[in-house]
């Protein structure tokens, strides 16, 4: 039996989770700074640990963004094979559901030629994922993500001897590196194998995972465990201020690779973990 959705309710659905994304903070990711407050040192990463929850309580009840940086709108769709979607065109619908959240919202309009530096105005386009899934439902995600973390993200085309030695040390390698400017404390998704863009896209994908949540294979669970162990060995600590809580988690994913290769996508996410999900 094939269902109808009209886009018109995708529209308004990506435009309230473009709104409620960006003003309260998930309670996953809320249960993992009180954790790290009782486990952290230092008293400054404390203090900034505090403040955290208190800038995510403020944002909540006042109705005001997380984070001044809203983000590009990242937009995840798993649609239904016997979904039937009517009265539009479905990726327009998107976009229009991210104009009508990022204007009425309020929200920083992030998007810009990469050149002319010129905003688009409206934080369009939307970033648009499709996945095709068995069933009649319509599942949309929105995720906010903002520049600074975006930025300390890295993609590695390692050779296959490197092995996981080599993609672990890539990883603790990436956060290191990226010191301060993601706004620790932060939530390191790695993609492993597949192709360039399938690593890179896993990587996007593992963020959608709820914080303190297992991951389904033991044995990625395991290694998740190990190199958060390593990366919170750094000192980096909230803000970069020194501490213990550099990452609240590693998320990985992955899928099979050529023989010749072993891609590695590290995508870094800040505190300012939104994700917001609904299905129609
Ligand atoms: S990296 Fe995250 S917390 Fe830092 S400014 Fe950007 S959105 Fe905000």
Same mark, same amino acid.
């Given at each position: 039996?094939?269902?109808?959705?009209?886009?018109?309710?995708?529209?308004?659905?990506?435009?309230?989770?473009?709104?409620?994304?960006?003003?309260?903070?998930?309670?996953?990711?809320?249960?993992?700074?009180?954790?790290?407050?009782?486990?952290?040192?230092?008293?400054?990463?404390?203090?900034?640990?505090?403040?955290?929850?208190?800038?995510?309580?403020?944002?909540?009840?006042?109705?005001?963004?997380?984070?001044?940086?809203?983000?590009?709108?990242?937009?995840?769709?798993?649609?239904?094979?016997?979904?039937?979607?009517?009265?539009?065109?479905? =990726? /327009?619908?998107?976009? +229009?559901?991210?104009?009508? @959240?990022? !204007?009425?919202?309020? *929200?920083?309009?992030?998007?810009?030629?990469?050149?002319?530096?010129?905003?688009?105005?409206?934080?369009?386009?939307?970033?648009?994922?499709?996945?095709?899934?068995?069933?009649?439902?319509?599942?949309?995600?929105?995720?906010?993500?903002?520049?600074?973390?975006?930025?300390?993200?890295?993609?590695?085309?390692?050779?296959?001897?490197?092995?996981?030695?080599?993609?672990?040390?890539?990883?603790?390698?990436?956060?290191?590196?990226?010191?301060?400017?993601?706004?620790?404390?932060?939530?390191?998704?790695?993609?492993?194998?597949?192709?360039?863009?399938?690593?890179?896209?896993?990587?996007?994908?593992?963020?959608?995972?709820?914080?303190?949540?297992?991951?389904?294979?033991?044995?990625?669970?395991?290694?998740? =465990? /190990?190199?958060?162990? +390593?990366?919170?060995?750094? @000192?980096? !600590?909230?803000?970069? *201020?020194?501490?213990?809580?550099?990452?609240?988690?590693?998320?990985?994913?992955?899928?099979?690779?050529?023989?010749?290769?072993?891609?590695?996508?590290?995508?870094?996410?800040?505190?300012?973990?939104?994700?917001?999900?609904?299905?129609?």
């Amino acid at each position: 039996m094939v269902r109808e959705i009209e886009v018109a309710a995708v529209t308004q659905a990506v435009k309230a989770l473009s709104i409620e994304a960006n003003e309260v903070l998930g309670k996953d990711v809320l249960d993992c700074f009180q954790e790290a407050l009782r486990n952290e040192e230092s008293p400054v990463g404390r203090e900034v640990l505090g403040q955290l929850i208190e800038n995510a309580r403020i944002a909540r009840e006042e109705h005001i963004p997380i984070c001044q940086d809203t983000g590009l709108a990242v937009i995840f769709l798993e649609i239904g094979q016997d979904v039937h979607l009517v009265g539009g065109d479905l =990726k /327009e619908a998107v976009h +229009q559901g991210v104009r009508e @959240g990022y !204007g009425e919202g309020y *929200l920083r309009k992030s998007s810009c030629h990469p050149f002319t530096r010129a905003n688009t105005g409206d934080n369009t386009p939307a970033v648009i994922y499709t996945d095709i899934v068995p069933g009649d439902r319509l599942k949309i995600w929105v995720v906010p993500k903002g520049g600074g973390s975006e930025n300390m993200s890295r993609l590695f085309m390692l050779p296959p001897s490197a092995g996981l030695a080599g993609v672990k040390e890539k990883i603790v390698e990436t956060v290191k590196e990226a010191g301060p400017n993601p706004c620790p404390p932060t939530i390191i998704g790695v993609g492993i194998g597949g192709t360039f863009e399938q690593a890179a896209l896993q990587a996007k994908k593992s963020l959608l995972r709820d914080l303190g949540s297992a991951n389904p294979d033991p044995e990625l669970d395991q290694l998740e =465990k /190990e190199i958060l162990d +390593q990366i919170n060995k750094l @000192g980096i !600590g909230p803000q970069g *201020l020194g501490g213990r809580t550099t990452s609240l988690a590693v998320h990985i994913r992955l899928l099979p690779c050529h023989i010749a290769s072993l891609p590695l996508a590290v995508n870094v996410q800040c505190h300012a973990s939104r994700h917001k999900e609904i299905t129609l």
